[in-house]
C-alpha cells in the first residue's frame, strides 16, 4: 500500500560527500516522522537520522555533523546528506517513515529496499 523507494548511494571516497533520497508512495493520508537508518555487514540496524513532521531532527553521535536530514512535505520526500564520508559509514542505508493510511488510521512503520553506500580508497 505504501512504498519507499531510496536512491544516490554508491561508491565514494574517505572525505567525499553523498546525497540519499528517499520518495514515498501509494496510499499516504499523511506522514509522521521519516528517518534514515543504515546497517553494516554483521552489525544491528541503527539509527543515523530522524526529522519529525515539523523539522525537529536527532542524529547518532558518529554523524553528527557531517550528516543533515531534511524533508519536502509536499513530495513526500526526506534526504540525508552526507558530508566528510568515512570508511565505517559503509552500510546499507534504509528509509523509514510512519504513515497513517486515512484519516483516523494509526501510523504503520514503512521501510524501504535500502541503499548501499560504500566509502573507500
Known amino acids: 500500500q505504501v512504498q519507499l523507494v531510496e536512491s544516490g548511494g554508491g561508491l565514494v571516497q574517505p572525505g567525499g560527500s553523498l546525497r540519499l533520497s528517499c520518495v514515498a508512495s501509494?496510499?499516504?493520508?499523511?506522514?509522521?516522522?521519516m528517518g534514515w537508518y543504515r546497517q553494516a555487514p554483521g552489525k544491528e540496524r541503527e539509527l543515523v537520522a530522524r526529522?519529525?513532521?515539523?523539522?525537529?531532527?536527532n542524529y547518532a553521535a558518529s554523524v553528527k555533523g557531517r550528516f543533515t536530514i531534511s524533508r519536502d512535505n509536499a513530495k513526500n520526500t526526506v534526504y540525508l546528506q552526507m558530508n566528510s564520508l568515512k570508511p565505517e559509514d559503509t552500510a546499507v542505508y534504509y528509509c523509514?517513515?510512519?504513515?497513517?493510511?486515512?484519516?483516523?488510521?494509526?501510523?504503520?512503520?514503512?521501510w524501504g529496499q535500502g541503499t548501499q553506500v560504500t566509502v573507500t580508497s
Open positions: 526529522i519529525s513532521t515539523g523539522g525537529s531532527r
Open positions: 501509494g496510499r499516504i493520508f499523511s506522514i509522521n516522522d
Open positions: 523509514n517513515a510512519e504513515v497513517a493510511g486515512g484519516a483516523y488510521y494509526r501510523y504503520i512503520d514503512y
